[in-house]
């Protein structure tokens, strides 16, 4: 999943990429956020095409937990991430 989603940010954001992950409260986080437009109006990742983010979806599905996106909260471009419990 994170080699995926920060090939993702490479190809499709700019500036640095920074990756996080989180434990605590019972969950799993993990963060990938680009400093590129951001995601294009309307984004859904359940109706994405591209075979890498199915490829996320399924393998956070099957640790029971699943996969968002949203604006980076430090500014330009996006962020994705992935919560599945402990």
Known sequence: MINELVTNAAKH???PISVRYKIGDGIYELFVCDQGEGLPTGFSIEKTTGLG???INTLAKQLGGHVT????PAGRGACFKVI???
């Open 13 to 15: 954001g700019n500036g």
């Open 53 to 55: 983010m199915k490829v």
């Open 69 to 72: 996106a949203q604006a980076n």
């Open 84 to 86: 599945y419990p402990l």
